[in-house]
Protein backbone atom coordinates (compact mmCIF):
# COMPACT_ATOMS: atom_id res chain seq x y z
CA UNK A 1 0.00 0.00 0.00
CA UNK A 2 0.60 3.49 -0.06
CA UNK A 3 2.83 4.88 2.77
CA UNK A 4 5.29 7.60 4.02
CA UNK A 5 8.50 6.76 5.77
CA UNK A 6 11.81 8.12 6.71
CA UNK A 7 15.25 7.81 6.55
CA UNK A 8 16.37 8.01 10.20
CA UNK A 9 14.89 7.42 13.20
CA UNK A 10 17.12 9.44 15.20
CA UNK A 11 19.29 12.64 14.02
CA UNK A 12 22.04 14.00 16.46
CA UNK A 13 22.89 17.49 15.69
CA UNK A 14 25.43 19.89 17.46
CA UNK A 15 23.86 22.83 18.56
CA UNK A 16 24.28 25.87 16.25
CA UNK A 17 24.68 23.44 12.91
CA UNK A 18 21.92 22.85 10.73
CA UNK A 19 19.92 19.59 10.57
CA UNK A 20 18.65 17.97 7.52
CA UNK A 21 15.77 15.33 7.88
CA UNK A 22 14.87 13.10 5.52
CA UNK A 23 11.40 12.01 4.17
CA UNK A 24 10.68 9.33 1.31
CA UNK A 25 7.09 8.63 -0.22
CA UNK A 26 5.40 6.44 -2.49
CA UNK A 27 2.64 7.87 -3.62
CA UNK A 28 2.93 9.81 -6.72
CA UNK A 29 -0.05 11.50 -6.72
CA UNK A 30 -0.23 13.13 -3.82
CA UNK A 31 -1.00 16.85 -3.87
CA UNK A 32 1.00 18.44 -0.78
CA UNK A 33 3.59 17.63 2.14
CA UNK A 34 3.60 18.97 5.73
CA UNK A 35 6.15 19.07 8.50
CA UNK A 36 5.56 18.25 12.21
CA UNK A 37 7.13 19.10 15.25
CA UNK A 38 6.14 16.63 18.48
CA UNK A 39 7.42 18.04 21.68
CA UNK A 40 7.59 15.59 24.44
CA UNK A 41 4.33 15.33 26.40
CA UNK A 42 2.40 17.78 23.61
CA UNK A 43 0.94 16.85 20.50
CA UNK A 44 2.03 17.17 17.11
CA UNK A 45 2.20 21.33 15.83
CA UNK A 46 2.42 22.00 12.43
CA UNK A 47 6.30 23.85 11.11
CA UNK A 48 5.35 24.05 7.15
CA UNK A 49 3.95 22.60 4.30
CA UNK A 50 4.82 22.21 0.19
CA UNK A 51 2.44 21.89 -2.48
CA UNK A 52 3.63 19.28 -5.50
CA UNK A 53 3.46 22.31 -7.70
CA UNK A 54 6.54 23.62 -5.76
CA UNK A 55 9.75 22.72 -5.19
CA UNK A 56 11.22 24.55 -2.50
CA UNK A 57 9.25 26.59 0.10
CA UNK A 58 10.87 29.11 3.27
CA UNK A 59 9.56 29.64 6.49
CA UNK A 60 11.39 30.78 9.65
CA UNK A 61 14.57 28.96 10.12
CA UNK A 62 13.04 25.72 8.38
CA UNK A 63 13.10 25.15 4.38
CA UNK A 64 11.13 22.45 3.19
CA UNK A 65 12.57 21.02 -0.26
CA UNK A 66 10.25 18.36 -2.69
CA UNK A 67 11.71 15.82 -5.06
CA UNK A 68 9.02 14.64 -7.29
CA UNK A 69 11.25 12.82 -9.34
CA UNK A 70 12.79 10.51 -6.41
CA UNK A 71 9.79 10.83 -4.24
CA UNK A 72 11.87 12.64 -1.48
CA UNK A 73 11.40 15.54 0.94
CA UNK A 74 13.48 16.89 3.56
CA UNK A 75 13.35 19.50 6.33
CA UNK A 76 16.09 21.93 6.66
CA UNK A 77 16.33 23.77 10.53
CA UNK A 78 18.91 26.41 10.07
CA UNK A 79 21.11 27.00 13.40
CA UNK A 80 19.83 24.25 15.28
CA UNK A 81 19.00 25.40 18.93
CA UNK A 82 17.94 22.96 22.28
CA UNK A 83 14.34 23.85 21.88
CA UNK A 84 14.35 21.94 18.66
CA UNK A 85 14.66 18.77 19.93
CA UNK A 86 11.48 16.97 19.04
CA UNK A 87 10.16 14.48 16.75
CA UNK A 88 9.42 15.36 13.46
CA UNK A 89 6.97 13.94 11.15
CA UNK A 90 6.14 14.31 7.24
CA UNK A 91 2.81 13.63 6.46
CA UNK A 92 1.38 13.33 2.67
CA UNK A 93 -1.95 14.43 1.60
CA UNK A 94 -3.97 12.23 -0.78
CA UNK A 95 -7.06 13.05 -2.87
CA UNK A 96 -9.22 13.65 0.07
CA UNK A 97 -6.41 15.70 1.95
CA UNK A 98 -6.71 12.78 4.27
CA UNK A 99 -3.32 12.85 5.83
CA UNK A 100 -0.68 9.84 5.76
CA UNK A 101 2.00 10.18 8.33
CA UNK A 102 5.29 8.74 8.49
CA UNK A 103 7.33 7.01 10.87
CA UNK A 104 8.97 10.47 12.53
CA UNK A 105 12.40 11.27 13.02
CA UNK A 106 14.11 11.87 16.79
CA UNK A 107 16.04 15.29 16.62
CA UNK A 108 18.76 15.26 19.50
CA UNK A 109 20.62 18.12 19.66
CA UNK A 110 24.00 17.91 21.47
CA UNK A 111 25.50 21.17 23.61
CA UNK B 1 -7.33 32.52 21.84
CA UNK B 2 -7.57 29.31 23.91
CA UNK B 3 -5.86 25.60 22.16
CA UNK B 4 -7.64 22.36 21.59
CA UNK B 5 -8.27 20.79 24.56
CA UNK B 6 -8.87 17.52 25.35
CA UNK B 7 -10.24 15.10 28.39
CA UNK B 8 -9.15 13.59 30.22
CA UNK B 9 -5.71 13.58 29.93
CA UNK B 10 -5.59 9.83 31.39
CA UNK B 11 -7.43 6.81 31.36
CA UNK B 12 -6.89 3.25 32.89
CA UNK B 13 -9.40 0.92 32.06
CA UNK B 14 -9.92 -2.94 32.30
CA UNK B 15 -10.08 -5.01 29.11
CA UNK B 16 -13.96 -5.10 27.90
CA UNK B 17 -14.88 -1.59 28.81
CA UNK B 18 -16.05 1.31 27.13
CA UNK B 19 -13.98 4.57 26.94
CA UNK B 20 -15.31 8.05 25.62
CA UNK B 21 -13.24 10.72 25.06
CA UNK B 22 -13.67 14.51 24.47
CA UNK B 23 -12.54 17.26 22.50
CA UNK B 24 -13.04 20.81 22.47
CA UNK B 25 -10.96 22.32 19.31
CA UNK B 26 -10.74 26.01 18.98
CA UNK B 27 -12.88 28.45 18.51
CA UNK B 28 -14.46 29.17 14.82
CA UNK B 29 -13.29 25.62 13.63
CA UNK B 30 -15.33 23.11 11.84
CA UNK B 31 -12.86 20.60 11.34
CA UNK B 32 -12.29 18.15 14.08
CA UNK B 33 -9.56 14.86 13.62
CA UNK B 34 -9.04 11.76 15.27
CA UNK B 35 -5.48 10.39 15.63
CA UNK B 36 -4.04 7.22 17.31
CA UNK B 37 -0.52 7.60 18.63
CA UNK B 38 1.35 3.99 19.55
CA UNK B 39 5.48 3.83 19.62
CA UNK B 40 4.80 0.69 16.79
CA UNK B 41 2.16 2.17 14.55
CA UNK B 42 3.12 6.17 14.62
CA UNK B 43 0.07 8.62 13.88
CA UNK B 44 -2.77 6.65 12.52
CA UNK B 45 -5.90 8.06 11.47
CA UNK B 46 -9.04 7.43 12.65
CA UNK B 47 -11.85 9.77 11.59
CA UNK B 48 -12.81 13.76 10.55
CA UNK B 49 -16.23 15.33 11.70
CA UNK B 50 -17.05 18.70 9.65
CA UNK B 51 -19.88 20.03 10.72
CA UNK B 52 -20.92 17.52 12.61
CA UNK B 53 -20.94 14.97 10.01
CA UNK B 54 -18.23 12.36 9.34
CA UNK B 55 -16.11 13.36 6.54
CA UNK B 56 -13.55 10.72 6.56
CA UNK B 57 -12.42 7.38 7.66
CA UNK B 58 -9.21 5.51 8.86
CA UNK B 59 -9.06 2.16 9.11
CA UNK B 60 -9.98 0.90 11.88
CA UNK B 61 -12.66 -1.66 13.58
CA UNK B 62 -16.29 -0.06 14.40
CA UNK B 63 -15.57 -0.52 17.94
CA UNK B 64 -14.13 3.26 17.39
CA UNK B 65 -17.02 6.03 16.87
CA UNK B 66 -17.22 9.52 17.03
CA UNK B 67 -19.46 12.37 16.47
CA UNK B 68 -19.54 16.13 16.39
CA UNK B 69 -22.14 18.00 17.85
CA UNK B 70 -23.67 21.74 17.12
CA UNK B 71 -20.66 23.53 18.82
CA UNK B 72 -18.16 21.80 16.91
CA UNK B 73 -17.13 19.64 20.32
CA UNK B 74 -16.62 16.26 19.59
CA UNK B 75 -16.13 12.82 20.94
CA UNK B 76 -14.53 9.56 20.46
CA UNK B 77 -15.90 6.10 21.55
CA UNK B 78 -14.32 2.80 21.89
CA UNK B 79 -16.31 -0.02 22.86
CA UNK B 80 -14.95 -3.51 24.28
CA UNK B 81 -11.86 -2.45 24.61
CA UNK B 82 -8.68 -4.34 24.02
CA UNK B 83 -5.36 -4.35 25.22
CA UNK B 84 -4.22 -2.96 21.82
CA UNK B 85 -6.14 -0.22 22.31
CA UNK B 86 -3.52 1.48 24.69
CA UNK B 87 -2.39 4.54 23.23
CA UNK B 88 -2.37 8.15 22.91
CA UNK B 89 -5.65 9.27 21.21
CA UNK B 90 -4.56 12.97 19.80
CA UNK B 91 -7.41 15.49 18.88
CA UNK B 92 -6.74 18.14 15.78
CA UNK B 93 -8.43 20.79 14.65
CA UNK B 94 -9.07 23.32 11.81
CA UNK B 95 -10.91 25.87 10.46
CA UNK B 96 -12.36 23.55 7.13
CA UNK B 97 -11.86 20.43 5.89
CA UNK B 98 -8.84 19.08 3.74
CA UNK B 99 -6.99 21.30 6.04
CA UNK B 100 -3.31 20.09 6.70
CA UNK B 101 -2.69 22.61 8.74
CA UNK B 102 -4.24 20.93 12.33
CA UNK B 103 -3.63 22.20 15.50
CA UNK B 104 -3.37 19.48 18.02
CA UNK B 105 -4.50 18.85 21.58
CA UNK B 106 -2.29 17.28 24.23
CA UNK B 107 -3.91 13.96 24.17
CA UNK B 108 -5.59 11.44 26.27
CA UNK B 109 -3.00 8.74 27.10
CA UNK B 110 -5.57 5.87 27.43
CA UNK B 111 -4.27 2.54 28.93
CA UNK B 112 -6.50 -0.42 28.95
CA UNK B 113 -5.63 -3.49 31.54
Known amino acids: GESVGLHLPTLSVQEGDNSIINCAYS??????FIWYKQESGKGPQFIID???NMDKRQGQRVTVLLNKTVKHLSLQIAATQPGDSAVYFC??????????WGAGTKLIIKP | KAGVTQTPRYLIKTRGQQVTLSCSPI?????VSWYQQTPGQGLQFLFE???????NKGNFPGRFSGRQFSNSRSEMNVSTLELGDSALYLC????????????FGPGTRLTVL
Open chain 2, 92 to 103: ASSVLTGSGEQF
Open chain 2, 27 to 31: SGHRS
Open chain 2, 49 to 55: YFSETQR
Open chain 1, 27 to 32: NSASDY
Open chain 1, 50 to 52: IRS
Open chain 1, 91 to 100: AEGDSNYQLI
